[in-house]
């Protein structure tokens, strides 16, 4: 497991908000088993989902949506699964979970959850299908690193509201140093204060890796090693999304010099129109629901 790279008194004020956030549901709890890759029944969590009655009926109408194309109705968690496989089906549950989680935390004046949710969600969703397509190693992370990419921001918010605050005026004034600002007031970034929270909660390593060094890929070890590391990924998939105008507003910077080639530049070529196509499909059809 990746060892803290902090330890200050701020990282340990907002870790303990962890402690605070509402329970796992049973459902969630076996999707983060999963990750995990412990021995998880996946007819288990189908029919754990069906007997949730809000998310089931929620899962069926993102399926039967016609962002999807699928024919005939679906009426069955089952069902969903034979059509659109188990990644995707985990993934828009452990979206919904989460987010209905989120939902019921307090935040302070200034905070967007549904921003925080949606960006989080196409995040994840948009670094699992590059992820896939590129053979990343431990693709199947790519989706959970998105998903909790900027969990330590919200830990900020809640744990640490005057140094939330405090970044929140200075990245208004100049959202480009955003990092520094990091670093000055906690002695941390949200990248590492997000991987430390995935470590607290036994998140496979790789995971933990690619989400703290998502917003300086160039750092992660693994960038000296073969291939597309998922720290890369996870970059150039939080950049398209905040360019799309999902962002967590003052905190991210939209302006920076070559993001509209940050895609391109992973190598997909004449693939990327049909990732990116059917990306705007499956955040489409989940939407609505954050």
Aim: hydrophobic content about 45%; charged content about 20%; overall charge negative.
């Amino acid at each position: 497991m990746t060892a803290p790279t902090t330890s200050s008194p701020a990282r340990d004020r907002a870790l303990r908000v962890l402690g605070e956030l509402p329970p796992f549901s049973p459902i969630l709890n076996r999707l983060i088993a999963s990750l995990a890759q412990e021995d998880v029944s996946f007819a288990k969590i189908a029919e754990l989902i069906e007997k949730d009655t809000v998310l089931a009926g929620n899962i069926l109408r993102v399926v039967n949506s016609a962002l999807y194309g699928l024919p005939g109705t679906i009426n069955s968690i089952r069902h969903a699964v034979s059509l659109l496989g188990i990644n995707k089906l985990r993934n828009a549950t452990l979206s919904m979970s989460v987010a209905r989680m989120w939902k019921q935390v307090k935040t302070p004046s200034g905070w967007s959850m549904g921003n925080f949710n949606l960006h989080s969600a196409g995040v994840g969703i948009l670094a699992d299908l590059l992820a896939l397509r590129l053979g990343t190693e431990y693709a199947e992370g790519a989706f959970a690193a998105g998903l909790f990419h900027d969990l330590g921001w919200l830990l900020i918010a809640i744990g640490l509201p005057e140094e939330f605050k405090q970044i929140s005026l200075l990245c208004q004034q100049n959202e480009k140093w955003a990092f520094e600002y990091e670093v000055q007031l906690l002695g941390m970034t949200h990248a590492d204060l997000s991987a430390d929270a995935l470590a607290s909660w036994n998140l496979p390593e790789p995971i933990q890796t690619a989400v703290r060094y998502h917003c300086t890929p160039q750092l992660d070890p693994a960038a000296a090693e073969p291939g597309i590391p998922l720290s890369r990924i996870l970059y150039a998939a939080d950049r398209y999304v905040q360019r799309m105008g999902n962002s967590l507003s003052v905190f991210e910077d939209n302006t920076a010099d070559g993001d509209e080639n940050v895609l391109e530049s992973l190598g997909l070529g004449d693939r990327l129109p049909a990732v990116l196509t059917e990306f705007e499909n499956e955040f489409g059809a989940i939407k609505p629901y954050f």
